[in-house]
């Protein structure tokens, strides 16, 4: 294999969450009074920490969110993980190949910690991530597009920036991966190749990712 660590974003890449998460989101920035459709949540906020939606929120309207709003967001979209989140189709399997193989992987998300483990829990897939393998925006200073999470993320685990690949569904988290070195491909299951710039290749299916990092 090409790379020594695999890293890969959580929301729509291991977890099917971002269909329910800016669903919440949307619904959540209208109930306040900042009109939001679900696809200019998708367009301004996948792939992002929450602090992106409150210097967003501010910057448009003048206005910031209440203080209560991460709580209220996240009780609301981990109440609806519970009935709905499922794994990304095939990604058991593809875990299963590389824990086979023996190469080394990570998760690298804009969501906090807490949300990771929950969708992780919910899903089935915390069996395949030891606790060290996880990272979350919340333990660097800036979020994706920076990309001082990946760069975190690598050093933890021990992996040169130019040895390791991310795999990515938005825009921000490809940007955050070519800023820090990486080689990265883009999942295409939401967001089009169109809109992946810059990727190193793109796949739509996770049994094509093994073939595409060999």
Avoid at 94 to 104: H, R
Wanted: proline residues 4%; negative net charge.
């Amino acid at each position: 294999m090409r790379y020594e660590l695999v890293i890969f974003d959580n929301d729509g890449v291991l977890v099917d969450s971002e269909p329910i998460s800016n669903t919440i989101l949307a619904g959540y920035l209208t109930e306040l009074g900042h009109p939001t459709s679900y696809e200019e949540s998708l367009r301004d906020y996948m792939g992002a920490a929450v602090h992106r939606v409150h210097d967003l929120v501010e910057e448009r309207g003048g206005e910031k969110l209440p203080a209560d709003f991460e709580a209220t967001l996240y009780a609301r979209t981990f109440a609806a993980f519970q009935q709905e989140l499922v794994a990304v189709d095939g990604v058991q399997d593809l875990l299963g190949k590389l824990v086979a193989d023996g190469v080394d992987y990570c998760v690298a998300s804009s969501g906090s910690h807490e949300k990771i483990r929950v969708g992780h829990r919910k899903t089935g897939i915390d069996q395949w991530f030891e606790e060290e393998w996880i990272f979350s925006s919340e333990d660097v200073g800036r979020g994706k597009p920076a990309p001082d999470l990946f760069l975190h993320a690598a050093e933890r685990m021990g992996v040169a920036p130019e040895r390791c690949v991310v795999i990515e569904d938005s825009p921000l988290g490809v940007e955050a991966a070519r800023a820090a070195g990486m080689d990265v491909y883009g999942f295409t299951s939401m967001m089009p190749a169109d809109r992946l710039a810059g990727v190193t290749g793109c796949f739509s299916d996770m049994a094509q990712l093994p073939e595409l990092l060999a």
